[in-house]
């Protein structure tokens, strides 16, 4: 039976990041179908983000699958509760992505990837995209992101070119009716969490930026105060030096002066031996 787009996609991106293109280009050959070959070929090397969350997907699927329910149950949650229990979910939710994030991470140096804190944050920010929004945990569940995801503060996550194939649904539990009133009294309460979510992610990237513009101030003052005492130790070296040319310009002036007194009588002397001489 012939492999799908997304059971090869799924095959190739098990793989380490530096045997993706060279095991892609190899299983193209192997396919019969010319479309099928064409849209295997076209399969992107993964992102070190999507391919740790790609990797974590595969071997921790039942963590992953009860994690992504609790995100279902606390989307469903923020249309009932009050501020108060929204803020408790919330921060249970970040708590959670932390540590998933940390396992994911932790199958990736396990398996020799080397992981920067720029790529844990983009997958703790992946996890929690996934926890947000329902087609960001499929495209998580897939286990063929291409690209890491990013929370969007309330709107849906646009999936469509992160994930390598066709992205199918997870089933989504029914959940009995609301009450229309219950919904309309909640959807204040319900945009305000998403709005200072929005506003605490913000907030984040900003204190991170400032943060890393102070270092960088920091250390250029520093520098400048090192070149500033160098240049002040500099400059006293030239003043005594300047000190020093003036008193040897002071002495060969008194020279200069002694020379031009005593050149006159000399010459005068000069004058009376010729006259001598001649008579």
Not at 15 to 42: G, I, Y
Not at 60 to 72: M, N, S, T, V
Not at 140 to 159: F, H, K
Request: proline content about 4%; cysteine-free.
């Amino acid at each position: 039976m012939t492999a799908t787009l997304e059971e090869i996609a799924a095959e190739l991106y098990a793989l380490p990041l530096e045997e993706f293109t060279e095991a892609r280009n190899e299983r193209v050959k192997t396919v019969a179908d010319r479309d099928l070959a064409a849209a295997v070929m076209r399969l992107r090397k993964p992102l070190a983000p999507a391919w740790i969350v790609n990797l974590f997907a595969r071997e921790r699927p039942d963590q992953l699958a009860q994690a992504l329910e609790l995100g279902e149950s606390l989307r469903e949650a923020q249309e009932e509760l009050d501020a108060k229990t929204l803020t408790a979910l919330t921060r249970q939710r970040r708590t959670l992505v932390r540590e998933l994030a940390r396992a994911a991470t932790d199958l990736a140096e396990h398996a020799g990837a080397r992981v920067t804190a720029a790529t844990t944050e983009a997958v703790e920010q992946t996890l929690n995209a996934a926890m947000l929004d329902a087609g960001a945990a499929d495209a998580v569940a897939s286990g063929r992101l291409i690209r890491p995801l990013e929370p969007s503060g309330g709107d849906t996550i646009d999936v469509s070119d992160a994930v390598a194939g066709v992205l199918a649904s997870r089933p989504v539990r029914e959940t009995p009716p609301d009450e229309l009133s219950q919904r309309r009294a909640r959807k204040d309460a319900e945009k305000a969490v998403r709005s200072a979510e929005q506003q605490v992610e913000r907030a984040e990237r900003e204190l991170r930026d400032a943060e890393r513009e102070y270092e960088a101030a920091s250390t250029r003052l520093d520098g400048l105060r090192q070149r500033e005492v160098e240049l002040e130790a500099e400059l006293e070296r030239a003043r005594g030096e300047v000190e020093q040319a003036a008193e040897a310009l002071a002495g060969r002036e008194k020279r200069r002066d002694r020379a031009r007194h005593e050149l006159n009588p000399a010459r005068q002397a000069l004058d009376q031996a010729r006259a001598t001489l001649e008579k």
